[in-house]
């Protein structure tokens, strides 16, 4: 199989994970990206299942419009029982790497309210040690410089994603040759500098599940 295929089949995975869970007054998180686009289609073949979606980004929720599945602001939305989304990294404690199509803060936001985080990832995505893959950073623009040097200090090389605004009206910087041993204390340490949104470790709150899509079928790992 290739990429595309396992990405299908992690997807095809998660509903069939959720599936007898749904009722009708059922509220999913939809995550944003590639694989999270698979599970969007996925999804819409039972959405007459549960009541609709909170969505990670714009291009997630036009994705599930399109496809007929309401989308609700979060903020109308009391409970959300399944958060389903891709990754960048995943190690075996299933601590995250988000953020590549830098929506990590409305993914972050959205995983912090559901009571079950899905990830879905080709084999690919998952890694021994966080950090290969640059860590985003979502920055309040008049802060990028700040910022920066403050994660110089932390020993991060990062990199403004030029050109790219995000849907909050922010700027990214891509830090990379980040040492992650301990990738609590480093989602907190960088969350706490002045200016930063926040940062794609979703170690605090990792995910509770990951389907990984492997060429020996979609393995569990919990
Ligand atoms: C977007 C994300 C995505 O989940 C991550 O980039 C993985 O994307 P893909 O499924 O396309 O590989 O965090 O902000």
Redesign the pocket.
Known sequence: MNQDEL?QAVALAALETIRPKLERESIIGI??????NCFIDALAQVKQLFDGAVASSEASAERLKSHGIPVYDLNSVNEIQFYI????ESNERLELI???????TR?KIVAAVADQFICI?DESKLVPLLGTFPLPVEVIPMARSYVARELVKLGGDPVYRSGFVTDNGNLILDVHNLQINVATTLEEQINNITGVVTN?LFAVRPANLLLLGTQQGVKEYR
């Open positions: 990405k995550g944003t990206g590639s694989t999270a989304d891709g990754a960048d988000k953020g590549g199509g830098g929506a990590l993914e990832a794609g």
